[in-house]
């Protein structure tokens, strides 16, 4: 079966002996590995600064604190994502407060931002659903207006862009995951950017417990609460060998897959696919298809090898969000019809004119 996610790593002869390097090198936790894998990170993207993280989720938690988001205060958010983007809202204590989508692409619509806002709006919270890029020149403009925060979730978007720039790069803060399974992995861990760098040294201190590296442990003063979220030299070094040759080792071959499928399949009778901001460069971590019997979709790539699905559950259909559910007649919409194809590096040229010759026979 061609899966829907895969794993990718370096190859063996590059990753294995910088792996062996590091872990006898008796500096496993977090140290110079780390700070050059950041350094790394941010010039290979564009970034502002770059700080590794245990995971995207940890990141996120550090973006909306550095936002100042405190409990009782209101994050507006999209349903469509990994549920983890949510349940750090309620972590802080804060309130969800769900946008509705463009029926287009499954990403958050700014008119159901701008409706939204409040008194009490802390910050506005977009994710690059799929790897597609969110109206951002919009979602800007709206924040602008009422002096708000925005921050990415780039989590399936690692490579893509938005008039012209990196993702990540154009609002007050963005994140980034290196989960297993997505574009770039270093088993697990993250990655923090923000636009504003005076902000990095108390995100440091907001990763390892309120301390702050460099000084002695018997002088360090603790001033605000922090966690363990700090990345290791070993997910580090993974994530320089993937540094390497990350574009045309996979993020190219996605964009390439992806450009494919958006050029065949709307020809198909029945089917479409996600529209998108002309600004915007996706990065396809997943490929959408969008259809009036998705699961016949899921059916017949399944029968020949193919495995298609929705993969995420719109948030506010689970038990813990239902407290803050609104109408979102769009996403409803929208997720009926979807159903996701894989498009990543592990899809040849073979493999995509199967899916293809699949739906053309439905």
Known sequence: MIPLVKVGLPDKEVLMPALEQVLYSGQIAEGESVYKFEADFAKRFALPTALGMSSGT????????????????????TSMTAEPTNVVILQLGAIPVFADVDVNSGNVDPQSVAALITPRTKAILVVHYAGIP??????????????????EDCA???????????????????????????????????VLTMRDRTLERSAKKFRWFGLEKGIPRTEVDITSIGYKYNMHNVSATIGMA???DIEARVIDKHKDNGRYFDEIIPKIPGLDVSRFDAQAEPSYWLYTILSDDSSDIERRLHDVGVIAS????????????????????????????MVHVPCGWWVTTEDRERIVDALSKG
Not at 58 to 77: F, K, P, Y
Not at 158 to 169: D, E, F, N, Q
Request: neutral net charge.
């Open 58 to 77: 940890a990141a996120l938690h550090a973006a909306l604190t550095l936002a100042g988001v405190e409990a009782g205060d209101e994050v507006i958010t």
């Open 134 to 151: 969110v109206r951002l020149q919009e979602i800007a403009e709206i924040a602008k207006a009422h002096g708000l925060p925005v921050i």
């Open 156 to 190: 399936h978007a690692l490579g893509a862009r938005y008039a012209g720039a990196g993702i990540g790069t154009l609002s007050e803060f963005a994140i980034f995951s290196l989960q297993a399974i997505k574009h770039m992995t270093t088993v697990d861990g993250g």
């Open 242 to 244: 993937q540094l390497a």
């Open 310 to 337: 929705k993969l995420h559950r719109p948030n506010h259909l689970h038990s813990i969000f239902k407290p803050f559910v609104n109408e979102l007649p769009n996403l409803d919409e929208y997720y009926r019809r």
